[in-house]
């Protein structure tokens, strides 16, 4: 029952924090945003010393796959006389906490690099490259979690939702912006290690993932706008809402062609 409140609580916090993030809220809780989607987005160039940090993560975290057991043991153990055996789980909300204000802040006067859905296809592209690659990975690799509960230990998928985001954000709105997300994912990747769901190379892996599909989802939005026509005009209205009666938020889309 208490776990059950505690989950209740961290997703109340987490709809609280998008929803207040910004002060051009209304009253009447909620808000449009239309938009052009033939936009000046700035291209993201691909070029080699993008690729240093996410494959700098990605090998140090495969380095540690059946290998360095003391130092992981070590290490989970340091996390384990913290939490006393008394795990919070507020890390299965806040994974996504990045990719909502993803998407949400454009919404609320926070200026982007791009359209909203321009930013909902680099979006989904990465995610769709970052979960797929993931599963894959723990589908080859097997690795045992820390607690024993199951062999799909690496990547740590969690670590992956969170770092996505938050490059996401970074690209989208700026360092200043995106250290917020990055300080959210981290958390995310430290909560993984307190919760002894996760090695620490599980986390640095999924972390490099996350940054790598992120920047994968822009290298592709041109491109993938060309192929789908969105380079023509074409406007959208966007309305995000809040159900105070049943606690519920969501986002309405709409575009005429």
């Not at 495969?62 to 070590?74: E, I, Q, R, Y």
């Not at 999924?206 to 074409?234: Q, T």
Request: glycine share 10%; net charge positive; charged share 15%.
């Amino acid at each position: 029952m208490l776990n059950k409140i505690k989950h209740k609580i961290s997703l109340r916090i987490i709809c609280s924090v998008v929803v207040l993030s910004s002060l051009h809220i209304s009253a009447a809780s909620y808000a449009t945003d239309t938009c052009n989607i033939h936009t000046d987005s700035t291209s993201y160039s691909i070029s080699a010393r993008k690729f240093i940090a996410p494959a700098v993560l990605i090998g140090v975290g495969a380095m540690g796959v059946g290998a360095f057991t003391g130092v992981k043991h070590s290490i989970n153990r340091n996390f384990s006389k913290c939490s006393d055996g008394h795990y919070w789980h507020g890390d299965e909300y806040l994974r996504f906490a990045p990719a909502a204000a993803y998407l949400s802040l454009g919404l609320f006067g926070i200026k982007g690099r791009n359209s909203f859905s321009d930013r909902l296809l680099a979006g989904t592209t990465a995610y769709i490259c970052a979960i797929s690659v993931a599963g894959a990975l723990k589908h080859i690799v097997k690795e045992g979690r820390p607690d024993g509960s199951s062999n799909n230990s690496f990547p740590s998928g969690h670590a992956v939702i969170a770092f996505t985001g938050a490059e996401l954000i970074r690209v989208e709105y700026g360092n200043a912006i995106g250290a917020a997300g990055y300080a959210v994912a981290v958390g995310v990747g430290l909560l993984r290690m307190y919760n002894n769901r996760h090695w620490y190379n599980d986390v640095l892996a999924g972390a490099g993932l996350g940054i790598l599909s992120a920047r994968v989802g822009y290298w592709l939005l041109p491109l993938e706008r060309r192929m789908l026509g969105l380079d023509k005009n074409h406007n959208c209205t966007v309305m995000p809402f809040w159900n105070p009666y049943v606690q519920s938020a969501g986002v309405s889309f709409s575009m005429n062609f």
